[in-house]
């Protein structure tokens, strides 16, 4: 595993001209530099029941989603991994993790809020080439399989589409009682790097972003995503101000 630094979005750009030349490349952004686990792996997850596994925890979760999500749902969405993928893909915690193929919309979800108690944050880089991947069709498997894959279910839903969105499906581990972090996987750690992204850079490259059409509007095309642009475009967030011609200060 590599680690970058950049500094404007230029240095990404070039980066990705560099080093993200094959086909199979896959991204995910985090506004913190965490470990790349699911959800359902987090140790929050597991404060109300202690005593439960995370298995246990993620099938009393998913079945209480399949129950009570049915009015909600489109039509089309009948196989159990459609159903998972829409799950995780809504904030549900599942065994799934978000990446996409688009490394731009990585990037803006990486800087998307202010930086947390002032850490970076990172932009992993996964070249899938050497690593497992799950039919599209192989629904049986989506709970039962026993390694760590890539997971490319149908794009049921527009946000997913407008995203890219595919997933990394995370194995359990008996012998730790959790789900195995990709950057511990012996398969996948040899192929991922990872991009730091400074924290006081979060505001000029959302600014940049924007003007490259990568906002909230676009990754979320409904009137959430919308709405949700159209109040950033009139609020100053917390690392913003109206410095250097009422757009922002970077350093």
Known sequence: MTDRRIEKLTDFVEYLEVACEADNVLFRGQGQAHSLLPKIARPEIHSRTPTKTPVEIE???????????????????????????????????????????????????????????????????????NVETTPPDDERKVFAHQHTTVFTPPLVVRRMTAQSALFTLHAYSPATGNFVALEDDAVFKPHLDRIHVPARRFSELRFQLDRCGMNAASMFPDLEGLCEHIQWQNTLLADEDTAEGGTLSTD
Do not use: M
């Not at 459609?82 to 799934?96: I, K, S």
């Open 59 to 129: 099938k009393s979760i998913f079945d209480q989603f399949r129950r009570e999500s049915v009015e909600y749902l489109p039509q089309h969405v009948e196989r159990e991994d459609e159903l998972l993928a829409l799950a995780q893909h809504y904030g549900l915690p599942t065994r799934l993790l978000d990446w996409t193929r688009n490394p731009l919309a990585a990037l803006w979800f990486c800087v998307r809020h202010p930086p947390r108690g002032g850490r970076d944050g990172v932009v992993w880089i996964l070249n899938q080439d």
